[in-house]
Every structure is written in C-alpha cells, then in structure tokens.
C-alpha cells in the first residue's frame, strides 16, 4: 500500500535540480488547497442547511463523503502513481479536485452537492501522499526535512485560514464561493506542476489489489451509510428497517472478506498485517478512537456558533483562526519532547489537554460567551499539537524501515476513517438526543402553571408592544416562540450530549497510552 512514498524511500534525487524548490511550491499548492477544502466548508454548514432545508443528519455528508472518499483513495494512490507516473497522477488528483469543486458550486441540491464531495476527496486523496514522494525523491537528504516541514506548513495554515476564508466568502458572497475559489488556484497549480516537474515512474510494479478495493469500498460505505440514517427521518423502521439491516449485512460480508484478502495476496492495498505490531496496533485503535472523538465534534462547533449564537460565517471562522496557530507552535515542542523523553509523556499531556477541552464544550448554552469559548479552543490547540508526533513516533517505533511508509499511510488512513464514523456517529447521536430533550422539555411545560401563564404574558406584551397586531396573533407568536426556544435548547443539550461523549471518549485513551511500550527501547533507540 501507499507505494507512491515507499518508492520515495528509495529514490536517487536528482543533484543538478536546481528548480527543486519551485517543485516544492508546486506541491504545497495542491496540499494547501486539500486540507484547506477539509476545514473551509465547516462555516458554511448553517447556510447550506438553510438553502437546501436539511438538518444535521443530512448535512453532515457533505463533511462525511469527502472524508471517506479520501481514505479510500489514498491507499491506491501509490499503485496509480507506480503505474502511470507521479507528475502525471498528482495533476490528474489536482485535476479532479479542480473539477469537483466547480461541480460543488454548480449543485442545485444536497445530494448532488454530496457527489460531487466525493469527487474532490478522491482527487484530495492523490495529492497527499504522492506530494510527499515528490518532495522526498525531489530533495538531498541533508535537505529533505526542511522541504517537508514546509510542506507541513500548508497544511497547517489550512487550518486557520480555512474557516477565517469560508467565513469571509459566505457572509461576503455566498456557500458557491467557497468551491468557487478552488477552479483558478486548481488551474494555476496544474500548469505550474506540468510546466515545473519532471515525470517518473517506478520500475517495479505490483498488480493492483482490486479485490481489496472493491471489499474495502463496500464495507466502509455500507457501514457508515447505516450508522448516518439509522436515525434518519426517512427512515422510518429506525435500526430495525430492511435498509439498515442490509447495509449491516453488506458491511459485515465486505469487511470480512477485505480481512481475507490483506492478510493472504502478497502485495494488498493495506498492509494489515502490520497491526500485529504491538505498539502500531494499540496505536492505530486509538487514532481511530480519537479521529471518532475529535472529528465527530469538530463540525458541530461552526453549527452552534451560527445557529444558536447567531454568529456570522466570518465570526466563526475567527473562533478558529488561534487554534492553527497554536497547533503549528507546539507540534515542534512536541518534537523535541518526543526525542528527549518519554513519548507517551508528551502524548498523554495532549489527550488529558483534549479532553478538558471537549469537557468544557459540553457545558454550552444560548448565553455563552465569548470568552467561554475561545478558553477551550486554546486548549484544544494546545492538546492536538501535543498528541500527533509523540503518538506516530510510538506507532513506527518497531516497524522495519522497508515498511515505514506503509504503515505511516495506512496509519493515515485509519485516522481518515475514524473522522468519518465519528461525524456520521455523532451526527446520529445528536439527532436521537435532540428528540430526547425536546420530550423531556415537552412534557415539563405545565401550560396550567403560574409560571406558564406569567411567561405567555409576558411575550405577548412585547409582541404586542413591538410588533403591533392584535392578542389572537400575539398569543399565537408567543406559542411560536416558546415552542422554538424548546427547540433551540434541545439542539444545545444535544451538543453538549455528544462534546462529552467525546470527551469521555478521549480521556479514556489515556489508559491504551499507558500500556504501549516505549521505555528503554525507545530511549536508546
């Protein structure tokens, strides 16, 4: 799997490339706009909910599809690469992104707009991991961990910049622009990799592992289709309808079979057998297990500061333009932690960070302040920078070199997928506990109480003050009012509900953490 950066490995760079860091620029276009594409669609969720008359469980697919669409390709990205060139795979990856995104734009619907998602994440899924492979064969080694920390840089600034521009384009314009602003950087950035880089292509070639696709395609789709719907309002059986159950059936058949196949062909497109590892097992699940508790939440978040707290699109995304920043000064101090102590040290230090921060979240409401929200986005900044280099140093600490690239992309990959189940879990979650709260609120509200009538009275006087009309309507506003303020806080507590799932969820880690083995090994490696 992911031969594109093990062939990297192997490389002879090229000595007299002195348009090395022209090739880099190339390369970092395409990344910047991957990531960038991940995280600026999150400020528009409140419009497009608002266009298109979806809720939370519908819209959520917009964020899911890209995300699935990218672990899926990403795997057999190499294979491509191998196959047909690593220039001509990386414009064909910044091509169909290019053109995803111009479809995206166009989309008169959410279904259609979902479609053309997966476009974009399967051109997303090229870009990465063969724009490393290119940095790395491109440049010495002496050289190459500078070229690739500035490649990290874009995507690293994706993650600030991302909601701070979707905001601005969405208040300023509208949801089309953000897909919109993709077409003239897609085109530039295709004319500079065929007019910058040279062509390669791997002499040894393995046979693509089609079955293995086509299982994994079917069993991580059919599963995540059945957890995002289960609770759907379409869905009428609920868990129990022929439609879930047989994607359940499908889901468990496919992934069954894609075990089958990895653990016995000899060059399958993800190298299961490398979660017999000990250290790159534990690690991997609990990657999983944060992607499903980091990612699930992260969408909720431009959600509640929009519809609840009537934020702009543009005061969300600066909401999160401190948390790059943050993430991009510690990630190095997490480095250098690493390398001098313990990593789980460093690593359990972001989980715990993490986890009081998605704590706090669960104690939002429809009065909180700024302040009460910058405070745990600060630390969640903090948290994620410390987990990510500590935990992939642990993961490849006993994986044999000729594997390192290998496990670090399916590494990548199962963090891709935990994202995915944890937006569609979640998403789930949200929609079951919005209907529990606004039952349990429901039948709290005594229409025969003192407190009741002093309510009623009182929003009818200010309707009535404000508005003008007569009592009939004014009575009939106030109901509407209250009964939408029900609604409204249902949504909050629903949130809250899933923040501290998540937090529940990360603090949890610490005791996988605790039972990886690093100690001397690792000290004197």
């Not at 789709?221 to 309002?233: C, E, H």
């Not at 948290?383 to 500590?390: Q, R, V």
Request: aromatic share 12%; proline share 4%; hydrophobic share 55%.
């Amino acid at each position: 799997m992911n031969q594109a950066n093990n062939a990297a490995l192997h490389w002879e760079h090229d000595e007299n490339a002195a348009n090395k860091w022209l090739v880099l620029l190339s390369v970092m276009i395409g990344t910047f706009m991957a990531v960038l594409d991940s995280t600026i669609v999150s400020v528009a969720f409140p419009k497009m909910m608002a266009v298109f008359g979806v809720s939370v469980d519908q819209i959520e697919w917009i964020m899911t599809a890209y995300l699935l669409a990218f672990a899926v390709a990403l795997p057999s990205s190499g294979w491509i690469a191998d196959r047909f060139g690593y220039k001509l795979t990386y414009m064909l990856g910044l091509g169909l992104f290019t053109l995803g995104s111009l479809f995206c734009s166009l989309s008169w619907s959410e279904n259609i707009l979902i479609a053309f998602r997966i476009f974009q994440g399967i051109g997303a899924g090229f870009l990465m991991p063969v724009g490393m492979a290119i940095v790395t064969r491109t440049f010495p080694p002496n050289q190459r961990g500078v070229a690739l920390g500035f490649w990290g840089i874009a995507a690293a600034a994706s993650v600030s910049l991302g909601p701070l521009a979707g905001g601005y384009l969405v208040d300023n314009f509208s949801w089309h622009a953000i897909f919109d602003i993709n077409v003239p950087v897609g085109i530039i950035g295709i004319m500079a990799v065929f007019i910058i880089q040279g062509e390669y292509k791997n002499k040894v070639r393995h046979p693509f592992d089609l079955g293995g696709f086509i299982t994994m395609t079917l069993g991580l789709g059919s599963l995540l289709l059945a957890f995002a719907t289960g609770n759907s309002s379409w869905n009428t059986g609920g868990w129990s309808s022929p439609f879930i159950l047989a994607n359940f059936f499908i889901a468990t058949i496919s992934i069954v079979l894609f075990v089958i196949i990895e653990m016995t062909i000899a060059h399958p497109i993800l190298n299961l057998k490398l979660l017999k590892n000990y250290n790159f097992g534990l690690s991997s699940a609990i990657m999983f297990i944060f992607g499903m508790a980091f990612f699930g939440n992260a969408f909720l978040l431009p959600i509640y500061l929009q519809n609840s707290l009537g934020y702009t699109a543009l005061q969300a995304g600066l909401v999160f333009f401190p948390v790059g920043i943050l993430q991009a000064f510690i990630s190095p101090l997490a480095g250098q932690l690493t390398d001098r102590l313990n990593p789980k040290i460093p690593a359990m230090m972001g989980v715990v960070i993490l986890g009081i921060s998605l704590y706090l979240f669960s104690f939002f409401s429809l009065q909180t302040t700024h302040a009460q929200i910058m405070f745990p986005l600060y630390l969640r900044g903090i948290g994620i920078g410390l987990i990510f280099t500590p935990l992939t140093a642990i993961a490849l600490l006993d994986i044999p070199k000729p594997q390192l690239a290998q496990a670090s992309g399916l590494f990548n990959t199962i963090r891709q997928i935990g994202g995915s189940f944890g937006i569609a879990a979640l998403g789930t979650l949200l929609t079951e506990r919005m209907k529990f709260h606004k039952q349990i609120y429901g039948e709290q509200l005594d229409i025969t109480s003192p407190a009741y009538h002093q309510a009623m009275t009182h929003l009818k006087e200010f309707i009535m003050q404000t508005a003008g009309g007569n009592l009939l309507t004014a009575t009939i506003q106030s109901r509407s009012l209250l009964f939408k303020n029900i609604v409204s806080q249902a949504f909050v507590q629903g949130i809250n509900d899933d923040f501290l799932i998540g937090a529940i969820l990360t603090i949890l880690l610490v005791i996988p953490l605790l039972l990886l083995k690093t100690g001397k090994k690792y000290l004197n490696r």
